[in-house]
C-alpha cells in the first residue's frame, strides 16, 4: 500500500477485471461480425445497445436515488408522462418503479450487502408479504377451474403491482441516507399536491384543459388521503414550522376535504379516507379535547348525520347490493385455494362461472382485503395485516422518542394516512390495485401508501433520538420524625434525619 500523500499506480484486481472484460467484448464481437449475416448482427448489436442503455440507467438510478424518487412523486402526481406498453399506454411511474426496485436489489446482490433488518418486524413482515405473492404467483399456474385462468401478461401485472408496492417501501425505508432527503420528497408532495388540489378544484370549461395535464389515474383515494394526513400532520404537529406556513397547509387540508365533500360527496372514497386520516390525527395531537369533543358532538351528529347518511345511501344503495352478491359468489371461488389464494388476476376469469343477480359475467370485488384473500389466500391477508399493525406499533413507539418537529409530525402522519388507507380498502382496490380494475394506472397513487410508511423505518434508521433515562431502583417511602419523638428519647441514628420504612 502506498503511504499518504503518494499516488499509487500498481494496477488493482478491479483493473484487470475491467481490461479483460472489454478485450472479451472486442473478440466477441469480432467473431460474431466474422459469422453472422449483416442482418443479425445488426440485431445483435441494437440488443446490445438496449443492454447498455439498461446498465448506464441502472447506473444513474443507483448514485442518484432521492432524485428517483423524487421524479417518481412528479410524475405521480402532477406530470402526464405516458410510455406505450402492449398497445396501450401506462403511467410512466411503473417504470421508474421498477427501475428504482431494481437498482436495489442489485446493489445489495452485487455488493453482498444484505439488508438488515431492525427489530420492529415491519421489514420482515413486508419481505414475508411479498414471498406470499410470489408463492401465489406460482400456486396459481395450477387449473382450478375447467375454464382457462387469466392472461400471462395480466398475472404478471398482478404479480409486479405487488413487487412493486413492497420494493418502493424498501427502497425509501434502506436507501436514503439522511432525514433531509426525506424531508426533500415530503415538501416536494406537499408542494405539487397543492397545485393539484388548487387545479382540480377549477370549475369548468377551464378545468377540461387542466385535465391534460393532470391525469385522473393521480387523484385517486390515496391522494386525497396522503395530502391530507401530511398537510395536517405537519401544520398541527412540527413546531418548527411558522405560524404562515401551518395556515397554508391547513389551508390545503381544507380545500382537499372542500373538494370531496362538496364537490364530489358521491364519491365516497374522495373524502371518507380523508376525514378518518385527520380524525386519526386530531386524535394523536389532541387526545383529550378529541374525548371531549366526541362526547359533546355526539348529539348533533346524529342529528345532523340521518339526512347525510340518507343522501349517501340514496346513491350507494345500487354499489352496496352487488357488492354483497360479488362477495356471496367470489366466496366459492376462493373455496378452491383459501390458503394461498388462486394467483394475481385469475379470480377476474373464474367469476364468470358463477351467476351474479342472474347473469354470467367477470367482475371485481373492488375491495382490497377481498382481492388479497382471492389472490393470496387467507396467509396473505394475514401477513398484511401483519404488516400494517407492524408499522403502526414502531410509529407509535419512535414518536416517543425523536427530537425533531419535522420527524414528530411525519410519524403522525403516518399513523393517519396508514389509517385513512385502511378505510379506503373497504371502498376499492385502492393499496394494491387489481389488474382488472384500477390496474396499472391506479399505481400512480397506490404507491404513496407504500413510499410514506417506508419513511417510518427510515426515520427509524436515522432520526436522532432522545437518550433513555436510566431506570432508578424505586425506594420505600421516607417519613420524617416528628420533634415530639426527639422528647420523647426517640432520636433517628446519627447523621440521619429521616426514617426509612
Known amino acids: 500500500m502506498a ?9 488493482g484486481p478491479g483493473r484487470f477485471v475491467r481490461s ?6 472486442a473478440a466477441a464481437a469480432v467473431a460474431a461480425g466474422a459469422v453472422l449475416s449483416p442482418d443479425d448482427y445488426l440485431r445483435l448489436a441494437g440488443a446490445a445497445a438496449l443492454l447498455a442503455a439498461g446498465l448506464v440507467a441502472i447506473t444513474v438510478a443507483s448514485r442518484a436515488r432521492v432524485a428517483g424518487l423524487a421524479l417518481l412523486l412528479l410524475v405521480a402526481v402532477a406530470v402526464p408522462l ?8 401506462i403511467g410512466a411511474s411503473v417504470p421508474i418503479a421498477m427501475l428504482l426496485c431494481a437498482t436495489w436489489v442489485l446493489r445489495r446482490v452485487l455488493a453482498f450487502r444484505p439488508m438488515v433488518m431492525d427489530r420492529s418486524g415491519v421489514a420482515l413482515s413486508l419481505v414475508a408479504f411479498l414471498v406470499v405473492a410470489v408463492l401465489a404467483f406460482i400456486v396459481g399456474q395450477y387449473p382450478w377451474f375447467p375454464t382457462p385462468a387469466a392472461p400471462m401478461s395480466a398475472q404478471l401485472a398482478g404479480l409486479a403491482l405487488f413487487l412493486m408496492s413492497g420494493g418502493l417501501f424498501l427502497v425509501v425505508a434502506y436507501d436514503l ?9 415530503t415538501w416536494l408532495f406537499v408542494i405539487v399536491g397543492a397545485i393539484t ?10 378545468s377540461l384543459y387542466i385535465g391534460r395535464v393532470i391525469r385522473p389515474e393521480s387523484i385517486g383515494s390515496l391522494f386525497w388521503t396522503w395530502i391530507v394526513a ?24 381544507l380545500l382537499a376535504l372542500g373538494r370531496g365533500l362538496g364537490l364530489a360527496f358521491s364519491w365516497a372514497s374522495g373524502w371518507l379516507p380523508p376525514l378518518v386520516a385527520l380524525g386519526t390525527i386530531v386524535c394523536l395531537r389532541f387526545p383529550w379535547f378529541s374525548a371531549g369533543a366526541a362526547l359533546l358532538a355526539a348529539a348533533p351528529a346524529m342529528v345532523v348525520g340521518g339526512p347525510l347518511y340518507a343522501r349517501l345511501a340514496s346513491g350507494e344503495s345500487y354499489s352496496l347490493m352487488t357488492r354483497l352478491e ?10 378452491r385455494d383459501p390458503w394461498l389464494g388462486l394467483g394475481p388476476a385469475n379470480y377476474y376469469y373464474y367469476t364468470l362461472l358463477y351467476p351474479i343477480l342472474g347473469w354470467y359475467v367477470r367482475f371485481s370485488s373492488h375491495n382490497t382485503y377481498i382481492d388479497l384473500l382471492a389472490q393470496t389466500g387467507v396467509v396473505g391477508l394475514l401477513v398484511f395485516g401483519w404488516f400494517a399493525a407492524a408499522v403502526a406499533v414502531s410509529a407509535l413507539r419512535l414518536r416517543r422518542v425523536v427530537t425533531g418537529g419535522f420527524e414528530q409530525a411525519y410519524l403522525v402522519g403516518a399513523l393517519g394516512g396508514l389509517a385513512g388507507s385502511l378505510a379506503a380498502g373497504f371502498l376499492a382496490d385502492w393499496i394494491v390495485p387489481f389488474a382488472y380494475n384500477i390496474g396499472l394506472p391506479g399505481f400512480r397513487s397506490s404507491l404513496l401508501f407504500w413510499v410514506f410508511l417506508g419513511g417510518v423505518v427510515a426515520i427509524r434508521r436515522l432520526a436522532p433520538r432522545a437518550p433513555v433515562a436510566p431506570r432508578v431502583p424505586r425506594a420505600m417511602p421516607a417519613v420524617r420524625t416528628h420533634p415530639r419523638l426527639i422528647t420523647l428519647g426517640l432520636r433517628p441514628p446519627a447523621g440521619d434525619s429521616v426514617c426509612e420504612w
Open 3 to 11: 503511504s499518504p500523500g503518494v499516488i499509487d499506480w500498481s494496477p
Open 20 to 25: 479483460a472484460a472489454w478485450i472479451a467484448a
Open 82 to 89: 405516458e410510455v406505450p406498453a402492449g398497445g396501450r399506454s
Open 177 to 185: 441516507r439522511s432525514v433531509a432527503d426525506l424531508r426533500r420528497l
Open 197 to 206: 388540489t388548487l387545479l382540480v378544484m377549477v370549475p369548468a370549461p377551464a
Open 230 to 253: 401530511v398537510s395536517a400532520s405537519q401544520a398541527l404537529c412540527n413546531r418548527d414550522l411558522s405560524m404562515p406556513a401551518r395556515a397554508a397547509l391547513l389551508a390545503v387540508v
Open 326 to 335: 360479488a362477495l356471496s359468489v367470489l366466496g366459492q371461488v376462493i373455496a
